[in-house]
Nanobody, 124 residues
Framework: QVHLVESGGGLVQAGASLRLSCAAS????????MAWFRQAPGKEREFVAV????????YYTDSVKGRFTISRDNAKNTVYLQMNSLRPEDTAVYYC?????????????????WGQGTQVTVSS
């Protein structure tokens, strides 16, 4: 069983930065790929970024490339999402997700544990 808890969301102005954190329980964190997804009001949940088990490989959706950075600290069982140059269209609930393998996948069905989400609101 893996329990994920996100934190770090908030209300910011366009152009600002936020860092989201996702703390994971359990002893398998370092063997799992971790991802961030988001869901904007009235829209489907979408993939944002993923990192493999070691942190050596990452992948991003096009709209956040160059602005967001995913990273992990396996000693702390934590994955991060550094979000810079935030835009109003980044407004969403951001979810952390964990999959039972260390390699990268971008589909929601590839992830079997999810956090409760943290709200990010970017004003113009």
């Amino acid at each position: 069983q893996v329990h994920l808890v996100e934190s770090g969301g908030g209300l910011v102005q366009a152009g600002a930065s936020l860092r989201l954190s996702c703390a994971a329980s359990g002893r398998t964190f370092s063997s799992r790929a971790m991802a961030w997804f988001r869901q904007a009001p009235g829209k489907e949940r979408e993939f944002v970024a993923v990192i493999n088990w070691s942190g050596e490989s990452t992948y991003y959706t096009d709209s956040v490339k160059g602005r967001f950075t995913i990273s992990r600290d396996n000693a702390k069982n934590t994955v991060y999402l550094q979000m810079n140059s935030l835009r109003p269209e980044d407004t969403a609930v951001y979810y952390c997700a964990s999959r039972p393998s260390g390699n990268i996948r971008t589909g929601q069905g590839d992830y079997n544990y999810w956090g409760q989400g943290t709200q990010v609101t970017v004003s113009s």
